[in-house]
T-cell receptor
Framework: GIQVEQSPPDLILQEGANSTLRCNFSDSVNNLQWFHQNPWGQLINLFYIPSGTKQNGRLSATTVATERYSLLYISSSQTTDSGVYFCAVARGNNRLAFGKGNQVVVIP | NAGVTQTPKFRVLKTGQSMTLLCAQDMNHEYMYWYRQDPGMGLRLIHYSVGEGTTAKGEVPDGYNVSRLKKQNFLLGLESAAPSQTSVYFC??????????????FGQGTRLTVV
């Protein structure tokens, strides 16, 4: 199956700082999604981004499908950004394969 | 529009007991999935369905069965629960791969403890 690697595994940020999370994957994909798992365990859809660039408020994402990686940018981080960020990719039958996540802690 | 709803949210079972987790979606999605999440790990696919009346095995299917009798519902069964099945279970749904948008949406999760 497809291998998904996320880096860095853990990140501590001062409130207001910017950060970049990276997702590498081992094969071509037709779906790539970024999720935020909040402290209550809910998985929140951030981006559906098999290719290209998207922005949503302070968050943006870029996927370079030909080079098999995606980046998630968090700007002006807030304490509510804390949690685990997951990258997930899929090929046939849209079976998502997840990375192990980026644990982000934003301190005030 | 509720999206994906899982029932129950929490459950404690004794080893050997059986139970069924229910997933319901109101987005008219063809595809539905069951995942489990263990501490420090991403989600792993248990079983999935590409349409009413169809099911298929995922990455970690042993000890689980599923049924998709109606398009909007996907049931996950544990016939004889084991402590190794203690986990958080997530259901998801999406349109099929024939369309342009295959974004998957997840339920709120079911926390299952087997003692």
């Amino acid at each position: 199956g497809i291998q998904v690697e996320q880096s860095p595994p853990d990140l501590i940020l001062q409130e207001g700082a910017n950060s970049t999370l990276r997702c590498n994957f081992s094969d071509s994909v037709n779906n790539l999604q970024w999720f935020h798992q909040n402290p209550w365990g809910q998985l929140i859809n951030l981006f559906y981004i098999p290719s290209g660039t998207k922005q949503n408020g302070r968050l943006s994402a870029t996927t370079v499908a030909t080079e098999r990686y995606s980046l998630l940018y968090i700007s002006s981080s807030q304490t509510t950004d804390s949690g685990v960020y997951f990258c997930a990719v899929a090929r046939g039958n849209n079976r998502l394969a997840f990375g192990k996540g980026n644990q982000v802690v934003v301190i005030p | 529009n509720a999206g994906v709803t899982q029932t129950p949210k929490f459950r404690v079972l004794k080893t050997g007991q059986s139970m069924t987790l229910l997933c319901a979606q109101d987005m008219n999605h063809e595809y539905m999935y069951w995942y489990r999440q263990d501490p420090g790990m991403g989600l792993r696919l248990i079983h999935y369905s590409v349409g009413e009346g169809t099911t298929a095995k995922g990455e970690v299917p042993d000890g689980y069965n599923v049924s998709r009798l109606k398009k909007q519902n996907f049931l996950l069964g544990l016939e004889s629960a084991a402590p190794s099945q203690t986990s958080v279970y997530f259901c998801a749904s999406s349109y099929g791969t024939g369309g342009l948008n295959t974004e998957a949406f997840f339920g709120q999760g079911t926390r299952l403890t087997v003692v």
